[in-house]
C-alpha cells in the first residue's frame, strides 16, 4: 500500500490554514501546517472518514413552486453523495409538505434522511400549467 | 392616504429581521412589502447550508434560516403586502407602491426601513467582447432556474469569478450532472469565503484559474465556447495568452451591487466604497427617519450579520419614530438630541468601513464596525485612529476582502470619541 501525503485546506475557522498530512499508512500520520488543535482533527477526519451534508431538491406536484429544497439530517460519506443523488433525483412528493418532513428515510442506508428544508403549501402554479416547463 | 409608523421595503432576511425587531421595540404599526410571492428574499433559492452558524449555533439551509424569521414575522402578526413592488419613496417618507389588486398607491411612513438587497453584476456592467448568444447566465440567475424552477441551464459549464453565489453553483451544476470545465477569477485570489473554495471546488475536483479571465464568448444562437486570458498584475488580459475552451454555458459570479434607486428617489446619499446608504450607528440614512440595512447598505458575506444589522435598524427606526411620537408634533430627530456625528472613514488598506457616521452613544455600551481589507493580509493588525493617536487595535492571522470583518468598540474606546474623524486603517505585522 503506498503511503499517504495530502494538502487540506482547513476550514474549520477562516484562518484557512494549508495542512499536510503524510504517512507510511493511516496508523502513523503526521500532521503539519495546522495553528491549532482543531485543524488536526478535521484533517485527520478528513483522511479517514470525510463526509459532507448532501442539499439538492426534489420535484414537487400540486404546489406553487416546481421543486422542494431537501438536505440529509447528517452527514453522509463522501463517496455516497453521486448514488444518493441518482435515488433523490427520481422521488416525486405530494405538496403540502412541512419543514422537516422526511422525504426518503435511511438514504442508501447510510443513516441519514432526506428531510424537506421548507415548508410548502398546496396550490396552483402562478400563471397556471399552460405556462409550461419541466416536469 | 393610509399611515404606518414603519414601512419595511423588502421581505428577505433583512427587513424580516428590522421589522420583527421594531415591533419588539414597541413599534406596533408596521408594514411589511415585498415584491415577491412569498417571503424569505434569495434565501429561498439559496438552499445550500452554511447559514446560522453564528445566529442560532446551527448550520441551517437559506430555506429553513428564512422560515425561522416567516414564522416569527406571522407570530407577531405583522401586516404584509406581498407580490407587491414599491416604485419610489419620497424624502417625506411617502411609499408609493403598485399591486395587482390594489394598482398604484401611496402610504406615508413615519419611518422606512430600506431592505431590498442587492443584485448581482451581469454581462453588460463587467462588459464581456463577443456575441450575443443563449447561454450567458448570472449564477443567482442560474440557482433559481435550477433550485425553484427546476430547469437545467447548461452542461458543459465555464465559471467566470469566484464570488459565493459562483462557487455553490459550481457544486450544485456538477451535483445535478453538468460538467464544471473551470472556475476563473481574474485576481491573483478568490473573492469567496474559503470554506466555499474547498467544499465546492477541491471536493469535486473542479479547476480553480487564478489570474484568469474571459475575452470573448463566441457563438450565434448558443454559446460554444470561450476564449480565456491570463491577466497581469493589474488584473488586465495579457494579449497572446487566449486559449479556446469548448461549453454551451458562460455563468457570471462577478459582484453584487446594492440596489439602491429607492433610496435616490428619496435624496438618499450613498456611499461610493459601498454602493450603499451612508449610515450612522443606528443605520440611519442620511435622509431623517429613513434606515436601511442588509445588503442594500453593503454586501455581507453571512446573513447572520444581515440579521445583526437589521437588528439595529429596526430598534433604530422604533426609536425615531416612538421618541418623535413623544415630543410631540413637532418632529424631534435622534440627531437634534445628540451632537454633530463623527465620520468613519476607510483608511490605508480599507475598502470600507460600516457605519460611516456615529452620532451620540448614551447608553450604548459598544459599537460594533463591519469592514473588508482591500487585499489579503497575512499576520496583521486593524487600527482605529482618532486624531493621529491610536484607540484601538485588534490583531488578525489572516483577512482576505472576500470576508467581512467585524471590530467592536467597547464604551471605554467609544468614550474617547470626541468631534474628529475615526480612520481605520490594516497593518501587517512583522513576526
Known amino acids: 500500500m503506498s503511503g499517504i501525503d495530502r494538502e487540506i485546506v482547513c476550514i474549520v475557522c477562516p484562518t484557512g490554514c494549508r495542512i499536510r498530512v503524510s504517512g507510511a499508512d493511516r496508523q502513523q500520520l503526521t500532521v503539519r501546517g495546522n495553528e491549532c488543535k482543531r485543524g488536526e482533527e478535521y484533517a485527520l477526519k478528513e483522511i479517514s472518514d470525510p463526509r459532507r451534508t448532501l442539499i439538492t431538491t426534489v420535484r414537487i406536484d400540486h404546489a406553487p413552486l416546481r421543486r422542494l429544497p431537501v438536505r440529509t439530517n447528517r452527514e453522509i460519506p463522501k463517496q455516497s453523495i453521486f448514488p444518493c443523488m441518482e435515488v433523490i433525483n427520481r422521488v416525486r412528493v405530494e405538496a403540502p409538505v412541512e419543514i422537516g418532513q422526511v422525504i426518503i428515510p435511511n438514504v442508501l442506508g447510510t443513516g441519514a434522511d432526506v428531510v424537506a428544508t421548507r415548508s410548502m403549501g398546496r396550490g396552483a402554479r402562478p400563471g397556471g400549467p399552460a405556462q409550461g416547463g419541466p416536469p | 392616504m ?16 428590522a421589522a420583527v425587531a421594531a415591533r419588539e421595540a414597541g413599534a406596533e404599526d408596521i408594514l411589511l412589502i415585498e415584491r415577491d410571492r412569498e417571503l424569505g428574499g434569495i434565501l429561498q433559492q439559496c438552499i445550500h447550508n452554511g447559514f446560522g452558524l453564528h445566529r442560532f449555533k446551527e448550520d441551517l439551509t437559506g ?3 428564512a422560515e425561522r424569521y416567516i414564522r416569527r414575522v406571522e407570530e407577531l402578526d405583522i401586516p404584509r403586502k406581498l407580490d407587491t413592488t414599491v416604485l419610489e419613496i419620497t424624502e417625506d417618507r411617502e411609499v408609493l407602491y403598485i399591486n395587482a389588486e390594489e394598482g398604484v398607491r401611496t402610504v406615508s411612513a413615519g419611518a422606512i426601513i430600506l431592505a431590498m438587497g442587492c443584485r448581482e453584476r451581469s454581462r453588460g456592467a463587467i462588459n464581456i467582447p463577443g456575441s450575443r448568444p443563449a447561454g450567458v447566465f448570472t449564477a443567482g440567475t442560474a440557482q433559481r432556474l435550477i433550485n425553484i424552477e427546476g430547469y437545467m441551464v447548461g452542461r458543459r459549464i465555464m465559471m467566470l469569478g469566484t464570488g459565493d453565489i459562483g462557487l455553490i453553483m459550481a457544486r450544485r451544476l456538477t451535483l445535478e450532472g453538468a460538467k464544471v470545465i473551470a472556475v476563473l477569477a481574474r485576481k491573483p485570489y478568490p473573492g469567496g469565503l474559503t470554506r466555499n473554495v474547498v467544499q465546492c471546488l477541491y471536493d469535486y475536483d473542479i479547476p480553480l484559474l487564478l489570474r484568469h479571465t474571459i475575452v470573448e464568448i463566441l457563438g450565434k444562437d448558443r454559446v460554444r465556447g470561450v476564449l480565456v486570458a491570463e491577466t497581469d498584475e493589474n488584473s488586465r488580459p495579457i494579449s497572446g495568452s487566449e486559449e479556446l475552451y469548448e461549453c454551451d454555458t458562460v455563468i457570471l459570479s462577478v459582484g453584487l451591487i446594492p ?7 428619496a435624496g438618499v446619499k450613498l456611499d461610493s466604497h459601498t454602493g450603499g446608504p451612508i449610515v450612522d450607528e443606528s ?14 447598505v453593503h454586501v455581507h458575506d453571512l446573513v447572520d450579520y444581515v440579521v445583526e444589522e437589521s437588528e439595529i435598524a429596526g430598534k433604530g427606526a422604533a426609536g425615531f419614530v416612538l421618541g418623535s411620537v413623544a415630543v410631540g408634533t413637532e418632529k424631534m430627530r435622534p440627531e437634534d438630541r445628540k451632537g454633530a456625528p463623527v465620520h468613519l472613514l476607510p483608511g490605508e488598506g480599507l475598502k470600507y468601513v460600516v457605519p460611516q457616521r456615529v452620532r451620540g452613544i448614551d447608553g450604548e455600551d459598544s459599537l460594533d464596525l463591519y469592514l473588508r481589507v482591500n487585499r489579503v493580509y497575512g499576520k496583521s493588525s486593524l487600527e482605529v485612529k482618532l ?5 484601538k487595535r485588534v490583531k488578525r492571522l489572516r483577512m482576505s476582502p472576500g470576508e467581512m470583518e467585524r471590530l467592536r468598540l467597547n464604551k471605554g474606546v467609544m468614550e474617547k470619541i470626541n468631534g474628529s474623524d475615526l480612520i481605520v486603517e490594516a497593518a501587517e505585522v512583522n513576526g
Open chain 2, 2 to 17: 393610509n399611515r404606518f409608523d414603519i414601512v419595511v421595503i423588502g421581505g428577505g432576511p433583512a427587513g424580516m429581521a
Open chain 2, 63 to 65: 430555506p429553513e434560516f
Open chain 2, 259 to 265: 440596489e439602491n434607486e429607492l433610496s435616490l428617489s
Open chain 2, 283 to 296: 443605520r440611519q440614512t442620511s435622509v431623517a427617519g429613513i434606515y436601511a440595512c442588509g445588503n442594500v
Open chain 2, 387 to 391: 486624531g493621529g493617536e491610536i484607540i
